[in-house]
């Protein structure tokens, strides 16, 4: 089953505001990524352990947060994105549990090419308090 876009690539801007997504963060969510990753450190999955370091509680894997962006790509450019979608992100503050995230984006430039278009998107991953967890670009072909 192909990925269907919400974006009209006909009538796409530079400018274009992506649909945005929401996600809470939970416990239960982060372990069952550990499980399925297989990434059992004690910061993501040991309350104890993690309240200890200076992270003072456990976080969610990074990797976790990556999927939630590219969830949000993937709703706006649907298969486009799963065949030639990049990230180029950096990790500014952690998600913890209890967090919402929002994961938001904007096309900043749009090239037309012999082979299609080429799409260049800023992308952001925000907390409740508006702090930034994540920020980079994203850029794919049509």
């Known amino acids: 089953m192909e990925a269907e876009s919400s974006l009209d690539f006909s009538t796409l801007i530079e400018g274009t505001e992506l649909l945005e997504l929401k996600k809470e963060i939970i ?6 990524y550990a499980e399925a990753s297989k990434d059992f450190n004690p ?6 352990f993690a309240k200890s370091t200076p992270l003072g509680g456990t976080i969610a894997h990074g990797m976790l947060i990556l999927a939630y962006v590219s969830q949000m790509l993937t709703a706006n450019f649907g298969q486009d994105w799963l065949n030639s979608g990049k990230l180029n992100v950096r990790f500014k503050t952690p998600a913890r549990p209890g967090d919402t995230v929002t994961i938001s984006g904007k096309v900043r430039t749009i090239e037309t090419n012999e082979i299609g278009m080429s799409i260049k998107c800023d992308v952001i991953c925000q907390n409740q308090a508006g702090e930034t967890i994540i920020s980079g670009d994203a850029s794919l072909n049509n």
């Not at 416990?27 to 069952?32: M, P, T, V, Y």
């Not at 910061?43 to 104890?48: A, D, P, R, V």
């Open 27 to 32: 416990q239960e969510s982060i372990n069952l």
């Open 43 to 48: 910061i993501h999955i040991n309350e104890e």
